[in-house]
């Protein structure tokens, strides 16, 4: 198992230190890893001026998978847009075709009290959101600033094409056969073009999966609906700009954005994976971050590109042993809890494992 590790900016570094002990102490029992570091992001500005370096891109491109940390802070903010570290981003995705995004939200029992939402809306949540990840408003040209009358306009291109919505919707239908074989495919048909093409191709693919039950529902209605009833859904799939919000959103049903991690595949399951939460940089360096979502991205980098179904259940029941411990970091404990560091919290899942 060939991996590239980008710890990037922010929390990024201590929470793949954690995710990178794992990966050690599965070597130790055996399995053949090798482990190579690389930059991506601010740090990747910082060391070269690119956010995505063509060192890093070498690095990426001959490893099995990839594990990143998170990248930004405010300190780039003011840099030109090529340079922003959320560049290097959409170039290592766009790089490597990783053009579909797996983002489970499943509440853990013991967090039910964790999430914003009343208990019983949230108990036994489990949903997978499939977003299409290379295409839509992101990456659509014609982009840019410029005047127009006299006044700045601002403009971006939302664009898909059939094929892109073609294999996006079989990784969707696929998930969905593994699950509870439902399917929900969310778009804005009523008002954009594009999504109405999403709507169409979604149909005619759903043809071939007879024994998925395909519904459809507008994207303003499932960020509603998300909230109201989130455990009608099972599998969500979406465009890039609709699926990184609602899978945002639905993070936080789960009680922390610092639980849930992701993969992003390409057509032979190659994949990125990384946790859904950003840098944090208000807390890098004090050993506070939580490092369970990019753990448990390890083991979907197992499940999906090394097909070690075993050990990611092994680490996902590490995780959930040390969750019924009553063991949490800051963002998951609540009043009067003992509170655990991001180095404290790694020592109690590899000691569980």
Not at 101 to 127: F, W
Not at 154 to 177: C, D, K, P, V, W
Request: aromatic letters at 6%; a negative charge; proline letters at 5%.
């Amino acid at each position: 198992m060939n991996i590239a590790i980008l710890p990037g900016d922010g929390i990024g570094p201590e929470i793949v230190s954690q995710a990178s002990r794992l990966l050690d102490a599965l070597k130790a029992d055996g399995f053949k890893i090798e482990l190579e570091y690389g930059s991506i992001g601010g740090c990747a500005v910082d060391a070269t001026g690119e956010p995505y370096p063509e060192v890093t891109h070498q690095l990426v491109s001959q490893a099995d998978a990839v594990l990143l940390g998170a990248v930004g802070g405010p300190q780039y903010d003011a840099l030109p847009r090529a340079q922003r570290p959320e560049k290097g981003l959409l170039a290592i995705r766009k790089a490597l075709n990783l053009f579909a995004n797996l983002r489970p939200a499943m509440l853990y029992p013991e967090l039910a009290t964790a999430s914003s939402l009343k208990p019983e809306i949230v108990a036994g949540l489990d949903i997978m959101i499939v977003r299409e990840l290379t295409g839509d408003i992101y990456f659509g040209e014609p982009r840019g600033i410029e005047t127009r009358n006299g006044q700045r306009v601002g403009f971006n291109t939302m664009i898909y094409s059939e094929s892109e919505i073609q294999r996006i919707a079989h990784i969707a239908f696929q998930a969905a056969l593994k699950r509870n074989r439902k399917l929900c495919s969310v778009d804005k048909m009523n008002v954009l073009e594009c999504t109405q093409l999403w709507r169409d191709i979604i149909e005619e693919v759903g043809q071939e999966y007879p024994d998925v039950s395909l519904s459809h529902m507008l994207v303003d209605n499932a960020a509603m609906q998300l909230v109201r009833d989130p455990k009608q859904f099972d599998v969500i799939v979406t465009g890039n700009m609709f699926g990184d919000i609602l899978s945002d959103e639905a993070s936080m049903l789960t009680g922390s954005i610092g639980m849930l991690p992701s993969a992003s595949l390409d057509h032979n399951n190659k994949g990125l994976y990384e946790p859904i939460h950003g840098s944090a940089p208000d807390i890098a360096g004090k050993n506070l971050a939580n490092p369970l979502a990019t753990m448990l991205s390890v083991a979907m980098m197992m499940r999906y590109t090394f097909n070690q179904e075993e050990v990611a259940k092994r680490i996902e029941d590490a995780v959930k042993k040390v969750l019924a411990q009553g063991l949490r970091t800051r963002d998951i404990a609540s009043e009067g809890t003992p509170i655990l560091g991001t180095c404290e919290m790694g020592d109690a899942v590899l000691a569980v494992l």
